[in-house]
């Protein structure tokens, strides 16, 4: 039996691509480019190509299960694991983890999120094999880190400890510099983006789950008896619900000592916001960007537009805006204020029957 | 029996404003200020304050029949008089009287166009009483002219001829005057604009047609005779589509001798542009105008926003722009750059499919 496992983590919400994702339909469930494939079956197809499909698991919130069926239906059943409720990435890790320790106790995993893009897939899948082997060679938690391209302010970057190799033990992690300090980190050549893909084998993470966040290594260890059991689903809720909400990153990566870090280049995104959407998508000589329907552009420059499939925009003389429609929703904005989504979104939220446009 | 009948014209395309109206859903039968009732609704209950249900016809292209069947439940069928084919005003009321004429043959007649908006409506209905009275003394063609409030280019002016009561002959015509004509017919105070409602007797109207557009009325009277038959839709087909294609303005209205104004004042809009609809709508502390959904405004100003009723629309940072959505269709430019609507639905007209969107 192969050893390689993958966890896909598609839990997000998503709500910073308000109206084109929403609660019901996140970012990862999304035809972003127009390829025909959402960003998470780009993630499965692309970890195929390294990791055999029974071997790949997506973890998500309980209520996308049917929307992960019908786009992944290679995957079985029992791979699309449950939250019961949102607990951060630690508990939602630790829960796949210890699902495939009990397949495989001498697992190579690799947890990649569902919903980030990725250009130049032959250099990453070599990169992932690589890492593989070197998980499986070392008692190491080996992070991917890209090299920066602009003083991103919205990224976590990762320091480099001494050497000279392509992959090196992690000095630092720092979480959304200012832009003062992300541009010393890009000028150093010393800090990389965190692309939150991480490598491990079952031995060494259970052993950091145990040392780091020993409360949550317990009660998945106790509530192992029961997967691939009636009572698994029942006892899960319980277990979720006592479980610390917290991140990998801030409960393992940045306090064990055995986190390596590999440096690669491969064309990478979050696509955390529309404005990095716009940095990659295709644009038009006016430098406008539309996906969806067909949008007629008359003396208008650097906009995001976004319609459904079968419709129409006709948009004359705008500059620089985000237009965005999706079902009964329409968005108009500056573009560079999208960082008031989130107000917009809560608004909503107030308004009578506001649930139902989120 | 009584004998005052209404002609209510109802064949509009209301391409101008596309895509809030469109060939599928024209002007007149949109609720445009959330009344509750569309604007041939509204024209149609105004009527009936004066004249019997059972003594008004619509008039309408063929395809609009099942949406006036649908608004107008209390019209009788045959009293929605189906154009075959669009060959302006001077057919589609000659059509309407000679089917009158048949029932009536002292009928006392109104022609009103059905998707005007009438503010002062008590003040509106007194005046064509009044003017109901005047035709059937007078063998007159009456018109209603409005007190002009500013100098606007998209109307037509009625000149007074000498007296000093309300009602006089008419001296002149003058179709959509420039900026510079329209502020002189203002300040002179002898100009009025030409509302599109016309009262008259049949006899004199008859007399008129038979004088100034002989064909048409020939036409028509040997039609008379399969009125009400199952013969009248195939022979109104073959009449139609060899008859002028000619206003009731310039065929007959501009030529004859014995036509009237009376002086009238009663909140009169042709509703003929997305600005003059803007004049009239309610509107926020910002100067914007919403209608339909629910629309939420972040420092935005003097905006127009028309979206479907159960739609949300979040706007920011937008100034001056008319943003309209229905069905597949959404709408975005300056709104003092409607002129070029005609553009943008051409330009659609021509991609493929593109009918859908019109």
């Known amino acids: 039996m192969n050893n390689l496992f993958c966890i896909i983590m598609a839990g997000g919400v998503g709500s910073r691509f308000w109206p084109y994702s929403t609660n019901q339909c996140p970012k990862q469930f999304l035809d972003f480019f127009g390829t025909g494939r959402s960003l998470l079956q780009s993630t499965v197809e692309r970890m195929e190509a390294v990791i055999p499909s029974e071997n790949i698991y997506v973890v998500t919130n309980k209520s996308y299960r049917e929307q992960i069926e019908q ?9 699309i694991l449950l939250e019961p409720m949102r607990r951060n990435t630690a508990p939602c890790i630790a829960y796949a983890v210890y699902k495939i320790k009990k397949r495989c106790e001498d697992a190579q995993i690799i947890v990649v999120p569902s919903d980030h893009l990725i250009t130049n897939e032959r250099v990453f899948l070599n990169i992932v ?27 976590g970057y990762i320091q480099l400890g001494p050497g000279n190799t392509l992959t090196r033990k992690v000095k630092t992690f720092t979480e959304k510099p200012n832009k003062e300090l992300a541009q010393v980190f890009v000028d150093s050549g010393e800090f990389f983006w965190n692309a939150g893909i991480f490598l491990f084998s079952i031995k060494t993470i259970v ?8 409360e949550i290594a317990t009660k998945f260890e106790q509530l192992t008896p029961v997967f691939e059991t009636p009572q698994e689903s029942e006892k899960l809720n319980e277990v979720y619900a006592t479980c610390q909400n917290i ?44 996906i969806g329907g067909q949008t007629m552009l008359y003396e208008s420059q650097k906009n995001i537009v976004v319609i459904p499939k079968d419709n129409i925009a006709v948009i004359s003389g705008l500059e620089g805006y985000l237009v965005a429609q999706r079902g009964n929703t329409l968005l108009i904005c500056p573009k560079d204020e ?6 917009f979104v809560n608004d909503i939220a107030e308004l009578p029957e506001g649930d139902k446009f989120l």
Chains 1, 2 share one sequence.
């Open 129 to 155: 094999r690589e890492g593989m082997n070197f998980v499986s060679e070392n008692d190491a938690i080996l992070t991917l880190g890209i090299k920066p391209s602009r003083p991103e302010t919205g990224y």
């Open 247 to 290: 991140s990998i990153d801030y409960g393992v990566m940045e306090k064990a000592q055995n986190v390596f870090v590999r440096m690669a280049d491969f064309g990478w995104s979050d696509l955390g916001t529309w404005r990095s959407y716009y940095e990659l998508a295709p644009k038009d000589k006016q430098q406008n960007a539309a």
């Open 207 to 214: 052993a950091a789950f145990q040392e780091h966040l020993p």
């Open 338 to 343: 999208e960082s008031k989504l989130r107000q």
């Open 71 to 79: 786009q992944c239906p290679q995957l079985a059943q029992d791979h």
